[in-house]
């Protein structure tokens, strides 16, 4: 059935084999370019026929195994090669393929003439190879691999300018900070594994068959540990607090990396894996809050940091990890459906911003380095007035901000609505749902605020950089345009397959197509809930669509603000910095954050390191290997002296130890 | 028995004025000579003991040392020799190249 899907992730590799061996003799930056963007086309059709042979069966028969070959079998344990189609694997798949084909093609034109070309696209097959073996494992270890090839893609590619040290610290910090998320997901591998093995005698780590075990868990307990563990693991890769610090700093590497990788994908694993095992999550109530909590006070933290940072991409990456909050706060309330839905809408509208953004960098760029001005290129105090000079990324973007900011009819207002609703009516967290659908809707107006401030300070107003500088400002080229074109586009449609089932019945009984396509999936923790959860959740149709006007009045006013503030009056802004300096100055440094891990965590551990250096394995070890030797030297010193070379001494020494051994021989 | 106790105590003082030889004197032939009245001294007793016990096995040692000693003599006299040569001298004192 599903004969061709390991072309899937071998198409990348092979583009990753060629670039990265033979790219640098290759040197033609369009051949370089067509292998690697027609690798993932490859891909992309490959993934387009997949699905559609998958919803051209039934929905209960939606679920293959392709087994490639044994890959580790000791005694009752086995792990394949093995990839798992499904409809959750397959949005994953079109989304990474998709999307992905497109920043490929964008990176083409945007990477045009940098040292290292045939490397970054090596890099970039090499993450999407990893990507779809994440997506597509059909076991835990298989996932894992992938899990850690996405990491070091990541890390190579934030580290991509590594002559700068900045890029290459952030390259380090964000491998380290996925490594203290990786140490998680492996234990909680590794709980879940020997918990199930040995007490039930189930020796599995394959998806499909713990989700028909997982009834043997008991509720809470151990679940709560395992799935704990797990989600530990999902912070780090996703960028959630505590461990999203990384995530800006991984601004450092080329955008179309940011939007790929930092954007649509990769930070998106820590939300697909806790879907794909979502009969695991369901079992513990306290994980889930857990989840919702850190995903909700994520969604909010975030937001406010993005609305004082001036650098176009830090904006962003703050975004990025507000929205990613969001989806876990979709998973933390049991709405996994909402939240892959999510995903899929923020890969479209936060891969367009991006591009866009990387568009407008590339063309500042250009511009102050025809001026010869060192003006940062990234800072959006020296932009503005670029809606006239680069009009096809101006209404690109703004099409991906409405859809951020959750205005009714783009794709994300569908999602985050969704989101929004389950916080508030779903059935895991009594009381505590009003505080969760309230930090997600104040989150929801700031993202409006900080998107539209972003649009307002780049695209309105006077140009702020030299009129010299100004006139060689230009659209970008058609490759670059294209991908904003496509994802633009889907950043306003994609929503319509997934419409809320209030607003559906309205329109005349559209169902929610997305929802019942991943029913399948998620059909373990529907039972569960069936029969554990007995409150119900609330359904109340007016509450619903209340709510529903209520976050978008509250996106409205976020709007609004930042209208008023950078486009009408913008002498605002300045006085409201002078009237709470100290506001400003905590938020714009980002809440301390990252000075206060420095402080907790980083320092220590740099001094701890000192003294094992200087302390133990300089003193300590070392003293001991050159202390044995020193103390046999100094005892030969002594000792050689008895070497006079006279006969004499030699014979005395001599007779008198025969006199000796003979009178001990003789007296005992 | 008065017999076998007197050739013991030759021996003994022959073995000990060897080995006072070998401890006092500087000239290296003299020493060669003093180990040579150490082997014989051994000799006299294994002959000596060898009657005493009725048991051939000494003598036949005592022709194993013989055998050794001349072959000893040869080496022994010939390095003497070659030190003679290098450094016109057979005191025992001057050889000491293989201090410490």
Redesign the interface.
């Known amino acids: 059935m599903f004969d061709n899907v390991w072309l899937i992730p071998i198409l990348p590799f092979i583009g990753f084999l060629i670039n990265g061996l033979f790219g640098k003799k290759i040197k033609n930056e369009t051949v370089i370019g067509t292998i690697a963007a027609g690798a993932v086309f490859g891909s992309f059709i490959v993934s387009c026929m997949t699905l559609y042979k998958l919803l051209s069966l039934g929905s209960e028969e939606r679920l293959a195994e392709v087994k490639f070959f044994s890959w580790i079998t000791s005694g009752t344990f086995n792990a394949d090669v093995a990839f798992l189609i499904d409809p959750l694997s397959c949005i994953m798949i079109m989304i990474v393929s998709g999307v992905g084909f497109l920043i490929h093609l964008y990176s083409i034109a945007y990477m045009h003439g940098e040292e290292g070309f045939y490397r970054y696209f090596a890099y970039l097959n090499l993450f999407t190879f990893s990507m779809f073996l994440l997506v597509l494992g059909n076991n835990l270890l298989l996932m894992f691999v992938g899990w850690e090839g996405v990491g070091l893609c990541s890390y190579l590619l934030i580290g991509y300018y590594f002559h700068k040290k900045s890029a290459g610290d952030a390259g380090k910090k964000a491998f380290v900070m996925n490594r203290v998320g990786d140490f998680g997901f492996l234990l909680g591998l590794f709980t879940l594994f020997w918990y199930m093995g040995s007490t039930h005698n189930v020796w599995t780590i394959t998806f499909s068959e713990m989700a028909k075990t997982s009834h043997l868990l008991p509720t809470g307990g151990v679940v709560t540990v395992i799935t704990l563990c797990f989600f530990l693991g999902a912070t780090g890769k996703s960028a959630q607090i505590p461990l999203y610090t990384w995530l800006p700093d991984a601004m450092e590497g080329p955008t179309p990396v940011s939007a790929l990788i930092h954007a649509a994908t990769m930070v998106t694993a820590g939300v697909y894996m806790i879907a794909r095992m979502n009969y695991l999550f369901i079992r513990s109530p306290e994980t889930l809050t857990v989840i919702a909590v850190i995903g909700a006070c994520t969604a909010l933290f975030a937001a406010t940091i993005g609305t004082a940072q001036n650098d176009i991409k830090r904006v962003l990456a703050y975004s990025t990890v507000s929205q990613l909050g969001y989806m876990f706060l979709a998973m933390g309330v049991g709405a996994f459906g909402a939240g892959v839905f999510h995903l899929m809408t923020h890969a479209f509208f936060k891969a367009c911003l991006f591009l866009g953004s990387g568009a407008v960098i590339h063309s500042m760029h250009g511009a102050l380095h025809h001026a010869h001005s060192h003006d940062d290129a990234q800072d959006m105090r020296n932009m503005g007035g670029l809606k006239s000079k680069m009009p096809i990324t101006f209404a690109t973007f703004l099409l991906a901000t409405i859809a951020i900011a959750g205005i009714p009819g783009f794709s994300g207002f569908f999602s985050k609505d969704e989101i929004l609703w389950q916080a508030f009516s779903n059935p895991h967290h009594g009381s505590l749902n009003i505080l969760l659908w309230g930090m997600g809707a104040i989150a929801a107006g700031l993202t409006a605020f900080y998107m539209f401030r972003l649009v307002f300070m780049t695209f309105f107003g006077e140009c702020r950089i030299t009129p010299k500088a100004k006139d060689h400002l230009h659209e970008s080229p058609l490759v670059i345009v294209i991908p904003l074109i496509v994802l633009a586009g889907l950043s306003v449609v994609g929503g319509y397959i997934g419409i809320p089932k209030v607003i559906g019945e309205v329109l005349g009984g559209i169902p929610n197509y997305f929802e019942h396509y991943l029913d399948p999936v998620f059909k373990y923790s529907e039972e569960y809930m069936s029969v554990h959860g007995a409150h119900g959740g609330i359904h109340n149709i007016a509450l619903e669509w209340g709510l529903m006007g209520t976050s978008v009045l509250i996106a409205i006013i976020g709007i609004t603000v930042a209208y008023a503030l950078y486009v009408s009056n913008t002498g605002i802004p300045v006085k409201f910095v002078a009237a709470f300096p100290a506001l400003h100055r905590a938020v714009y440094n980002k809440w301390y954050i990252d000075e206060l891990y420095d402080f907790m965590i980083v320092n220590p551990c740099k001094s701890f390191s000192q003294f094992l250096w200087k302390g133990f394995d300089v003193i300590v070890i070392d003293g001991a290997v050159n202390g044995v030797a020193k103390s046999v030297m100094a005892l030969s010193g002594v000792f050689?002296?008895m070497?006079?070379?006279?006969?004499?001494n030699y014979?005395?020494s001599m007779?008198f130890g025969v006199v000796v051994m003979l009178s001990y021989f003789i007296l005992k | 028995m008065a017999n076998f106790n007197g050739y013991l105590i030759i021996s003994a003082i022959l073995f000990s004025i060897g080995?006072i030889g070998?401890?006092?004197r500087?000239n290296s032939i003299v020493?060669f000579m003093c180990i040579e009245l150490m082997l014989n001294a051994v000799n006299l007793t294994f002959i000596t003991f060898s009657r005493y016990l009725g048991n051939l096995d000494g003598q036949i040692f005592v022709f194993f040392i013989m055998t050794v000693a001349a072959a000893e003599a040869a080496v022994g006299l010939a390095l003497i020799i070659a030190f003679y040569n290098n450094k016109d001298t057979i005191d025992?004192?001057e050889?000491?190249?293989?201090?410490?």
């Open positions: 050689r002296l070497q006079t070379g006279l006969l004499s014979a005395w007779a | 080995t070998v401890l006092t500087k020493i025992v004192d050889v000491q190249l293989m201090k410490w």
